[in-house]
């Protein structure tokens, strides 16, 4: 019997036992690792929207005469009460 058997037995443990308790806590450990990856993941991508979104707005903004800009808004409000004249 190999010594560090012996001593597993000797102490009442199983060697199986050992592998299956090291085969859990593994399993445990990569599930941690995959939820804060994931977690990671997924706060990157809503930093990574947020900014996105932010540098769009910065970009139109200094594209937009003041002329261009009235355009747009016009345009904007001719859009949003279309589906409102089509209700009456």
């Known amino acids: 019997m190999p010594r560090g058997a012996a001593s597993c037995v000797a102490r ?3 060697p199986a036992r050992g592998a299956t308790a090291r085969g859990a806590f593994i399993a445990r ?3 941690d690792i995959q939820r804060e990856r994931d977690a990671a993941i997924q706060e990157v991508r809503s930093h ?7 540098a769009a707005e910065r970009v139109i903004r200094r594209s937009l005469d ?4 009235q355009e747009l808004v016009a345009q904007v409000l001719e859009e ?9």
Request: hydrophobic fraction near 40%.
């Open 66 to 69: 003041r002329r261009a800009h």
């Open 12 to 14: 009442g443990a199983h």
């Open 29 to 31: 450990a990569r599930a």
């Open 80 to 88: 949003a009460e279309a589906p409102m004249r089509h209700r009456d």
């Open 48 to 54: 990574f929207g947020d900014l996105a979104i932010t």
